[in-house]
C-alpha cells in the first residue's frame, strides 16, 4: 500500500490505500501521539496484523499492542470494532473495497459501556458521518448537557461543511472562506476567538505558520477578512495562494483534532449516537468532497429525467392521468408520486436547518466577554462561508424509496439579501412540506429543463445541469458581495441550490435551484419580454407568449421613468453585466413585465414597494429581472460562434463572446429599452472627448497602402467610437465622443485605443490595434477640463494622441 505522513505541529497522521487481500482499495488513518516521532516502517510495524489476513473468518474487536481500530463498512454504513491483539493468532473477515478504517492510539478508542460493538470514536470523524438533522440534535444535546462545548461542536459542523463545499470554489474564494472560519473560532494566539486561546503547542505552532504564510495583502493586521480583499488576489501567484491555503486547512485539521477531544464525553453520553446506524464518513482531501456527486450517474440502470416526472406529477400529485402514466412507466409509481414531497422535504429540512444553525451560533455569541472574539463571529455570520449540508430521507413500507439531498450553502442564500426575501422563515411558508401543490409554469425555454411555481408564485424551481450547478455554486462568494454593493442590482436573486438523489437502480440524480420570482405575485401581468440584446433571430413566434428584442423594437416599447431611476437602473445593470462578464457567461437575458393599472389602483412613482416600479406619466407597473445567466462560454458555445462569425453575424448573434454580449446588452438598454430623452447623461455625468488627433501613427496596412484608423474610448462597460480615416497616419476628428459616467466608474480607467479598421476582415482577421493610453477617471474627474498633447501610444513602437476631454456633471444638465 502507500501512506502520506502529514505533519500537524508535533502530532502525526498518515493516511494510505491499502493493497492487501483484505484492504485492497480502502482508506485508512492512523493518528500518531505527540510523544510519537514514528515513521512510516513504525507504522505499518505498529498495525494490527490481522488486518493483512485474507481468512474470511473473524472475532468481534481488533485491537493491537498499541492502536486500536474501527472499521466502517462500506456496504451496511455501519461502524464496528474487531477485537484482537496483534500479538496472538487472530483473524478478521475480509473488509469490503469501500471500507474505511480509522486506527488510533487504544487510549483514545475506550469501549462504550452496554455497547461492546461500538466505540467511542474521535468525534473528528464520526460527526462528519452525520446528516444535517443528527448535527442539529447533537448541537441540542450539547446545550443542555455540555454548554461549555458547544464552540467545539459548532466549529466542527462548520469545518466539516465547509470542506465539503470547497471543491467548486476558486483558490481566492477558498483562502476567504478558511479564513471566515480561523478568524471566527481562533482569532489571536492571547485571546483566541469563539474557541478560546488554546493550549495546544500543535494549534499554536501551525497558528504562527498560518500567520507566517497568509498572503501579504491580506495578512496580519489587515483585520477582520473582507471578500473584495481577497476577490483582488493575483490569481498567477498560485504558489502563495497555495501555502496560505495548505497553513489554513493544517490549523484548521489541528484545531479540529483537538476540539473533537473535547467533545468525546458529549459524544459518548448521546443517546443518539448510535455508530451501528451512522453513515460512513469520507476521508479525502478538499477536491473529493464533491466528486461523488459527478459519479452518481454512472453505471447501472439509465437515470429518469426528472423533468418528465416532475411536469407528470408537480401540478397535481395525486391525479390518476395519462399524463401521471408517463412518470410511471419511468419509475416506480411510489417514487413518482412523492416526488413533489420529497423536495418539499428538501427545502424543509434545509430552512429548519438553517434557522437552527443560525439560533446556535447567536447563542454562542452571547456566551462570549472577549468582544474582538464577538465581533469576528458576528463577521462570520454575516458571511457566512460555502458550505454543504446532507439530509437523508428513509424509504417507507409502501414502496417509496429513500432519497438523499444536499443543501449547498443554504446560510449563504439565506444572507444574500440580509434575508428580506430568501429567509427560511419564507421558504417554509412557501415551499415547506405544509405548502399548497406547486404550479407548473409554462416555458419556450430551449434548455429542456422543467419550471414550476410555489403555490404563491413568489418562488421559482428549476432543475439545472452539472455544469450549471458548479458555475453557480462558484459563483457564491461573489454573487453575495456583488447583491450587498449593489442592493438594487436587477440580477435575480436565488434562495436556494440542491441536490437530490433517489435510492435505488432506477433512482434519479438531479440538481435543482429555487429563485425569487421577478414579478410581484399580486399583480397581473399583461405583457412579458425577453431582452438579450440582439435582433438576430429574437422574434417570437406565433404560439409564443413572450416577446423578444425584435417585438420590443417594433413596438416602439420604452421604460418610461423619472430621470434619476433611470439613470441608476442603467448603472447597476452595467455592474451586473461586468459581473456576469466576469465568470465567462453570456445568453443572459433582461425580463420585462409589464402590468397594466385599471382606474380604481393607487398610481406612484419611481420605486414600489413590493418590488416593480412605477410608470412616469403612464398607467403601468414594470418589473424586470436578469435571468439565466448560467450559460458558460463552453467549446459548443464557441464552435457556434464561429458558425455565425462566417455567416456575417459576428457581432449581432445571441452567442458571441462573454465580453461582447456584456457590451451589446448595456448599450440595447440604453438605446433601445429606456427613454432618456436623448440624455447621455450617467448617476454622475457625461464625459465629452473632442479634437481628437493622431500622430505618426504606425503603419499596419503596408508596404503598399497606408492604415484606415478610428478612435475607440471605453470606461467600464461603455464604449464609443469615432469614424474612420481612410488611409492616414495623421488623422484628425472633427466629432465628439460621449460617454455616460457612473458611481462605479471613479475608480476605473479610460481607455483610447487606436484601431486600423480591416476592411476585409474575413480574410485578414479583426481590426488591428494600433497602441493605446489610459487615464484615470478620477484624474479626468478632479480636473476637467483635461487636455492631452501628443501622449505617446502604448503597445506599439510609435505614435502619439491628443485629444480634450471634458466632464459635465449631472447637476449643470
Not at 91 to 116: H, Q
Not at 446 to 467: M, N, Q, R, W, Y
Not at 690 to 714: C, E, R, W
Not at 736 to 752: A, G, K, S, Y
Amino acid at each position: 500500500g502507500a501512506a502520506l505522513e502529514l505533519g500537524v505541529g508535533e502530532e502525526r497522521l498518515f493516511v494510505g490505500v491499502g493493497t492487501s487481500t483484505l484492504g485492497q482499495g480502502t482508506r485508512f488513518a492512523v493518528e500518531f501521539p505527540r510523544d510519537c516521532k514514528s515513521k512510516v516502517g513504525d507504522f505499518y510495524s505498529k498495525l494490527p496484523q490481522v488486518f493483512f489476513a485474507s481468512d474470511p473468518s473473524a472475532p468481534d474487536r481488533a485491537t493491537g499492542s498499541r492502536y486500536a481500530a474501527v472499521c466502517a463498512r462500506g456496504d451496511t454504513g455501519t461502524f464496528s470494532a474487531c477485537a484482537v491483539d496483534s500479538t496472538k493468532e487472530g483473524k478478521v473477515a475480509e473488509l469490503p473495497k469501500s471500507a474505511f478504517i480509522m486506527i488510533a492510539g487504544i487510549e483514545r478508542l475506550p469501549p462504550v459501556p452496554g455497547r461492546p460493538h461500538s466505540v467511542a470514536l474521535l468525534p473528528h470523524f464520526a460527526l462528519q458521518g452525520l446528516d444535517g438533522a443528527q448535527r442539529t440534535h447533537f448541537i441540542e444535546h450539547v446545550q443542555k448537557s455540555a454548554a461549555g462545548c458547544l464552540a467545539q461542536a459548532l466549529f466542527l459542523f462548520e469545518f466539516s461543511a465547509t470542506v465539503r463545499a470547497l471543491a467548486w470554489a476558486t483558490p481566492r474564494d477558498q483562502l476567504f472562506q478558511l479564513d471566515l472560519l480561523i478568524e471566527a473560532f481562533l482569532g489571536d494566539e492571547d485571546s483566541g476567538g469563539a474557541l478560546g486561546a488554546s493550549a495546544s503547542e500543535a494549534v499554536s505552532a501551525n497558528l504562527k505558520r498560518w500567520k507566517k504564510e497568509r498572503h501579504p495583502l491580506v495578512g496580519a493586521g489587515t483585520g477582520l477578512p473582507l471578500y473584495k480583499k481577497y476577490a483582488s488576489l493575483p490569481e498567477a501567484d498560485i504558489i502563495q495562494l497555495g501555502l496560505h491555503r495548505d497553513a489554513a486547512i493544517s490549523l484548521l485539521w489541528a484545531t479540529s483534532l483537538v476540539a473533537a477531544q473535547g467533545l468525546s464525553g458529549a459524544a459518548a453520553g448521546w443517546s443518539g449516537f448510535e455508530f451501528l446506524d451512522a453513515p460512513v464518513p469520507k476521508l479525502g482531501s478538499v477536491e473529493d468532497s464533491l466528486d461523488d456527486l459527478d459519479n452518481d450517474d454512472k453505471g447501472g440502470e439509465p437515470n429518469i429525467d426528472m423533468c418528465k416526472i416532475l411536469t407528470a406529477h408537480l401540478n397535481d400529485p395525486g391525479r390518476e392521468s395519462s399524463e401521471a402514466s408517463v412518470g410511471r412507466a419511468l419509475t416506480e409509481p411510489a417514487m413518482t408520486n412523492d416526488v413533489p414531497t420529497l423536495i418539499k422535504h428538501c427545502v424543509g429540512d434545509s430552512a429548519r436547518h438553517s434557522n437552527f444553525r443560525r439560533a446556535a451560533l447567536a447563542s454562542l455569541k452571547e456566551t462570549l466577554s472577549n468582544g474582538a472574539a464577538k465581533k469576528a463571529l458576528q463577521h462570520f455570520c454575516e458571511w457566512l462561508p460555502l458550505e454543504m449540508h446532507e439530509f437523508q430521507r428513509p424509504g417507507n413500507e409502501d414502496g417509496s424509496p429513500g432519497v438523499r439531498f444536499r443543501a449547498f450553502s443554504a446560510g449563504l442564500f439565506a444572507n444574500v439579501d440580509g434575508g428580506k426575501v430568501t429567509n427560511p422563515e419564507k421558504l417554509l411558508e412557501s415551499m415547506g412540506e405544509r405548502s399548497p401543490p406547486y404550479q407548473v409554469m409554462s416555458t419556450n425555454s430551449k434548455s429542456g429543463e422543467f419550471f414550476c411555481f410555489s403555490h404563491d408564485k413568489f418562488f421559482l424551481i428549476k432543475t439545472v445541469t452539472d455544469a450549471e450547478a458548479r458555475l453557480l455554486h462558484s459563483m457564491l462568494p461573489a454573487y453575495q458581495d456583488h447583491l450587498r454593493t449593489y442592493p438594487k442590482s436587477v440580477i435575480v436573486r436565488y434562495a436556494g441550490l440542491f441536490h437530490m438523489k433517489v435510492e435505488g437502480a432506477r433512482g434519479l440524480s438531479k440538481f435543482f435551484t429555487i429563485m425569487v420570482s421577478s414579478f410581484d405575485p399580486t399583480c397581473k401581468i399583461h405583457e412579458t419580454f425577453d431582452v438579450k440584446g440582439s435582433l438576430y433571430h429574437r422574434k417570437k413566434k406565433e404560439n409564443e407568449s413572450i416577446g423578444k428584442d425584435q417585438d420590443w423594437y417594433d413596438a416602439g416599447r420604452r421604460l418610461q421613468l423619472p430621470d434619476h431611476v433611470w439613470r441608476e437602473l442603467l448603472a447597476v445593470h452595467e455592474a451586473d453585466a461586468a459581473f456576469l462578464m466576469r465568470f465567462n457567461v453570456l445568453d443572459y437575458s433582461l425580463l420585462i413585465g409589464v402590468h397594466h393599472l385599471s382606474p380604481d389602483e393607487p398610481r406612484g412613482a419611481g420605486y414600489r414597494d413590493g418590488g416593480g416600479l412605477w410608470a412616469q406619466g403612464a398607467k403601468e407597473i414594470y418589473f424586470i429581472g436578469l435571468i439565466d445567466f448560467l450559460i458558460g462560454f463552453t467549446l459548443k458555445k464557441q464552435a457556434e460562434h464561429l458558425v455565425r462569425a462566417a455567416q456575417g453575424h459576428a457581432e449581432d448573434a445571441s452567442c458571441v463572446s462573454p465580453e461582447t454580449y456584456a457590451f451589446r446588452q448595456v448599450k440595447f438598454l440604453r438605446d433601445s429599452v429606456f427613454e432618456t430623452g436623448g440624455s447621455s447623461h450617467g448617476t454622475l455625468g457625461t464625459l465629452r472627448i473632442t479634437q481628437m488627433a493622431g500622430h505618426d501613427l504606425v503603419n499596419k496596412d503596408g508596404p503598399f497602402d497606408l492604415s484606415d484608423p478610428y478612435i475607440v474610448a471605453t470606461i467600464g462597460l461603455q464604449r464609443s467610437r469615432t469614424p474612420t480615416v481612410r488611409n492616414n497616419l495623421n488623422p484628425k476628428w472633427s466629432c465628439e465622443i460621449v460617454l455616460p459616467i457612473n458611481d462605479c466608474h471613479r475608480d476605473m480607467q479610460l481607455t483610447l485605443s487606436m484601431m486600423d479598421e480591416d476592411s476585409v476582415a474575413a480574410l485578414r482577421g479583426s481590426d488591428d490595434a494600433m497602441g493605446s493610453v489610459e487615464i484615470s477617471v478620477s484624474e479626468i474627474l478632479s480636473s476637467s477640463p483635461f487636455q492631452i498633447k501628443e501622449l505617446q501610444l502604448q503597445g506599439v513602437s510609435k505614435g502619439r494622441l491628443s485629444c480634450h476631454i471634458v466632464f459635465e456633471p449631472v447637476a449643470a444638465a
